[in-house]
């Protein structure tokens, strides 16, 4: 079965460091693959995806991800780490079709000053 | 949160009562989706609508129903049949998927804020 594992529950950064949020996927077919953050009580909200094309995807506000296809990884990253960037993070890939997407478990970003 | 809109923010129900969460989205996606959220999991998905008057079932279909009746609107109702209602549930829409391999073949989904449903 697809799935995707983001290995870390919470990860924590201090202000101004870089950050790398971890995430892997089942190898099956073409892994479409996206983050997303959601803040307290909130929907998601995009922040970038990878289809094909280039390794290196960026996204908003300053995140990029990269995509691994021999360690079977898409970790997200951010040169710079701010206080608002505190919040949960979710990498999903595509599943049986391109309307199902699989959900990793989300991982809590804290960005201590 | 787009232009996608539920309500209420917060549910109570008592136990046996259906209730009925709103989904309405103002950027004239063909393709809707419910998802529930609990805690230390991913989402999960209840069931998606590819255009009107059509709608498949997810992962987690039992205990729900839905309908789509307008391209706007997709509700969602929690039955009593659903032994375990209370979560956080989640909305969102998109463009209808192409069948090719390219950027456009998927594109991201954008959500509303939520409803958190609490069953007393």
């Known amino acids: 079965a697809q799935s995707v594992a983001q290995p870390e529950d919470q990860v924590n950064v201090a202000e101004g460091n870089p950050l790398t949020v971890k995430c892997t996927y089942s190898v099956s077919g073409n892994p479409y693959l996206f983050w997303y953050v959601q803040y307290p009580n909130r929907g998601l909200q995009f922040l970038l995806k990878y289809i094909t094309g280039d390794n290196l995807v960026k996204g908003s506000y300053g995140f990029e991800a990269e995509f691994n296809k021999s360690q079977t990884s898409f970790h997200l990253k951010k040169p710079s780490a701010l206080v608002s960037d505190s919040a949960l993070y979710f990498c999903?890939?595509?599943?049986?079709?391109?309307?199902?997407?699989?959900w990793g478990a989300g991982t809590k970003l804290i960005i201590k000053p | 949160d787009g232009g996608i809109t539920q309500s209420p923010k917060y549910l109570f129900r008592k136990e046996g009562q259906n209730v009925t969460l709103s989904c309405e989205q103002n950027l004239n996606h063909d393709a809707m989706y419910w998802y529930r959220q609990d805690p230390g999991q991913g989402l999960r998905l209840i069931y998606y609508s590819q255009i009107v008057n059509d709608f498949q079932k997810g992962d987690i279909a039992e205990g729900y129903s839905v309908s789509r009746e307008k391209k706007e609107s997709f509700p969602l109702t929690v039955t009593s049949a659903q032994k375990n209602p209370t979560a956080f549930y989640l909305c969102?829409?998109?463009?209808?998927?192409?069948?090719?391999?390219?950027?456009?073949?998927?594109?991201?989904?954008?959500f509303g804020p939520g409803t958190r449903l609490t069953v007393l």
């Open positions: 999903a890939r595509r599943g049986d079709s391109n309307y199902q997407l699989i």
């Open positions: 969102a829409s998109s463009t209808r998927p192409t069948s090719g391999r390219d950027q456009r073949a998927y594109n991201e989904q954008f």
